[in-house]
């Protein structure tokens, strides 16, 4: 095992039942990710692209086989190490922003760290300005989401995943709804957090991604072909 690998799957395997039928969303995967690497995962809807996000980012457990997360196997956490996990080591990126309508962007950036209890409020507001200055949205803190555009309400939720530092930052289907050229303008985005080493796996079907990977697997029957 790799001593520097944030992330690794050893043997993982998931299985939903429905009804009668066994459905094997994944089979027998391995993998790695090495620290500050950026990772794109592609694959057709129902490869397994989701379940295995939710199994590196916390939010579900394998059937069989290891999650290690910086070496840690999260698979056998309890529910509030899972939690406190997700909060502090797992950044995630949504296709639909998630942004909270009534916060400004830099109040939406606070979030996470007002969760989980870190700093004080000048702490927050230091570090929250900092994580929107390197994504190119300082000079739009103060506005609501409904006075930004798709790409700035992206790159927003991208500085709201970083905020706490995480070890991985996990970004589904990130451009997805967006324009070609605002998707290009959130890539860029990512791209530069890769060049400062934060490590990143991303989950698309757009091919512009790959530009800004420096590896790209593909799933498909959940398997990695």
Avoid: W
């Amino acid at each position: 095992m790799c001593g520097d690998a944030v992330v690794s799957l050893v043997g993982v395997s998931k299985t939903y039942r429905i009804g009668d039928q066994v459905l094997r969303a994944l089979d027998r995967v391995d993998l790695q990710i090495q620290r500050g690497e950026t990772v794109a995962l592609m694959g057709p809807s129902g490869s397994g692209k989701s379940t295995l996000l939710n199994l590196i980012g916390c939010m579900d457990k394998p059937s069989e086989g290891k999650v290690l997360i910086e070496g840690k196997d999260v698979t056998k956490l309890s529910h509030d190490e899972l939690a406190e996990t997700r909060a502090l080591r797992i950044g995630m990126v949504f296709q639909f922003f998630n942004l909270i309508s009534v916060l400004t962007a830099v109040e939406n950036v606070e979030m996470p760290m007002v969760y989980a209890g870190i700093g004080t409020r000048k702490t927050r507001r230091e570090r929250a300005m900092e994580a929107l200055d390197a994504l190119g949205m300082a000079d739009k803190a103060n506005r609501l989401p409904s006075q930004l555009s798709g790409g700035e309400r992206q790159r927003v939720a991208i500085a709201r995943a970083i905020i706490n530092r995480p070890a991985i930052l996990l970004a589904d289907e990130p451009t997805g709804n967006l324009d070609s050229q605002t998707g290009k303008m959130v890539l860029e985005a990512l791209g530069k957090l890769s060049l400062q080493g934060q490590t990143t796996l991303i989950a698309t079907h757009d091919r512009d991604v790959v530009a800004y990977a420096q590896r790209v697997l593909n799933i498909k029957d959940g398997r990695l072909v």
